[in-house]
């Protein structure tokens, strides 16, 4: 695990390479979780952060067929927590509609309706799914 803080001014992030398997979900919500409790965040977004990595892992996992999953968190500016699961599979995550006996299926969409913005970001060797939502200041 990393815990990196380069400069005065940069703000924390946390990133950890895990095995590419079901088992790794908890584990990416608790980095996550203590993550955010070591950087002061509010519990509402602390929760929030740790329901979006735990269905980006898992859209990484059953889909990535990655033999390992990189979770970052990261606060790229003092009001926002920014998750990503980077994978080894360039296959673009698809946002569906699911009917309402479906088992699955449903992970993107609760990504897009709990963060303010999400997307995908292909690289060379994979791609870098990521989400971001506001945090809450004092009294809010």
Do not use: F
Request: glycine share 8%; with cysteine.
């Amino acid at each position: 695990m990393t815990n990196e803080r380069v400069r005065s001014g940069q703000y924390p992030r946390r990133s950890v390479t895990l095995v590419g398997e079901s088992a790794t979900v908890p584990l990416a919500r608790h980095i996550v979780r203590e993550a955010c409790a070591e950087w002061g965040m509010d519990q509402d977004t602390a929760e929030t952060g740790t329901l979006l990595v735990s269905e980006i892992v898992t859209n990484a996992v059953r889909h990535g067929h990655s033999r390992s999953v990189r979770v970052i968190a990261e606060q790229p500016c003092p009001d926002r927590l920014r998750v990503a699961v980077v994978d080894t599979s360039r296959r673009m995550p698809e946002l569906r509609i699911v009917g309402p006996d479906a088992i699955g299926g449903r992970g993107l969409l609760l990504v897009d309706a709990l963060s303010d913005r999400w997307g995908t970001d292909l690289l060379p060797w994979g791609k870098r799914v990521w989400a971001e939502i506001a945090i809450k200041a004092d009294g809010q």
